[in-house]
């Protein structure tokens, strides 16, 4: 297991890192959402050296006022676990959405409906957030419209004809891994499902849409590959990501699944994983 302050072997000089892709909650930001003074100084180092930094998360581009102000050059950012492309120089600015089609989301509310009974909805729409009755209070808008998934999907109703950025469901008493596993046994042939809540909250997108893959196509515009992205994850909606970057780690603080699938392991998101990591990489040139 490699860590933050031995990251394994020196890269060669061909595989010098072009791109960090890093999620924010659990991993860049600490547990009050904060950036710390050290990992805004390495984030800003790593962009001075020439290598370019994405935020790459499950938020939507409404809440990336956290980290907006430590974007630099090209200001983009990935949000809704790859279902968005923003500009953070423009407060947010949609530039690519990769939509969940409202009759795959319809489909998947049905079938999790029979095989999850009490499974709650929300449905994150281009424009806003709106939920069902049940919807726990996470982080809810009070000029959000409150109404069954159904309603909330047909294109008359509160995201008039907007596309769907994804759909998230929430169980009272499943695990967060075991609702997983069964949704994605009667559901994962139509959507992308995964989650990054401690809570049985799942995130649904469309097929084919996930960090990795809008990463991937950010990474082919820019003719870098997956050989120069060093990527950093904290939950299972990091994991395709983790995979596919050329070096990747987890947090100390990461799910056992997420530890799996990573080239290398750093500390704990309190602790300044992040920028242990860009340190070293930093210091390696």
Known sequence: ??????????????LRPRLIATDLDGTLLRDDKSVSDRTISALAAAEEAGIEVFFVTGRPARWMGVVSDHVHGHGLAICANG?????????????????????TALDVVRTLRREAPG????????????????????????????????????EDE????????????????LTPDGFLALARAAAGDRAGITRSSPSALLEISGLGVS??????LCCAERGISADEVVAFGDMPNDIEMLSWAGRSYAMGNAHPDVIAAASGRTVANNDDGVARVIEDILSAY
Request: glycine share 6%; charged share 20%.
């Open 1 to 14: 297991m490699t860590s933050a302050t031995s990251p394994g072997p020196r890269p060669t000089a061909h």
């Open 83 to 103: 279902a968005a492309v923003v500009d953070l120089h423009s407060g947010g600015k949609l530039l690519e959405v990769r939509p969940l089609e409202r009759e």
């Open 119 to 154: 499974t709650a909805f929300a449905v994150e729409f281009t424009t806003g957030f709106h939920y069902e009755p049940d919807y726990p209070p996470f982080w809810l808008d009070p000029s959000a419209t409150i109404a069954p998934a159904e309603k909330l999907l047909h």
């Open 158 to 173: 509160p995201g008039s004809g907007a596309p769907v950025l994804k759909l998230l469901a929430h169980h009272a008493d």
């Open 211 to 216: 960090k990795a893959s809008t990463l991937a």
